[in-house]
């Protein structure tokens, strides 16, 4: 069982930046896939952007291309989103999310979620 903990979720004006964390329970090399999804109340939960073990690649939601940056950090076996120029629509509870492979088996985690609020 892998257990993802997020932190570094608050509250910051429209321009600024956050970094959010997440710390996994496991060798990060385990993890195929990791990355955040962002969840609104009242909508579905939506992909923010995933980082790949394999070859380091990364790929982004369109509405967070170019601000945000995954960035998967081997030491301390944690995953970290550089977020910038901030607006208000990014206001959401961001889940850290990961999956790996048993065989062919995929499994996935979640983490608890942490609140992102960008005020205008």
């Known amino acids: 069982q892998v257990q993802l903990v997020e932190s570094g979720g608050g509250l910051v004006q429209a321009g600024g930046s956050l970094r959010l964390s997440c710390a996994t329970s496991?060798?990060?090399?385990?993890?195929?896939?990791i990355g955040w999804h962002r969840q609104v109340p009242g909508k579905q939960r939506e992909l923010v952007g995933h980082?790949?073990?394999?070859?380091?690649?990364?790929n982004y939601a369109d509405s967070v291309k170019g601000r945000f940056t995954i960035s998967r950090d081997s030491v301390n076996n944690a995953v970290h989103l550089q977020m910038d120029s901030l607006k208000p629509e990014d206001t959401a509870v961001y889940y850290c999310?990961?999956?790996?492979?048993?065989?062919?088996?995929?499994?996935?985690?979640w983490g608890q979620g942490t609140q992102v609020t960008v005020s205008s």
């Open positions: 999310n990961a999956r790996e492979y048993i065989g062919s088996h995929p499994y996935d985690y």
């Open positions: 980082a790949f073990n394999s070859g380091g690649g990364t």
């Open positions: 496991v060798n990060i090399s385990r993890l195929t896939i």
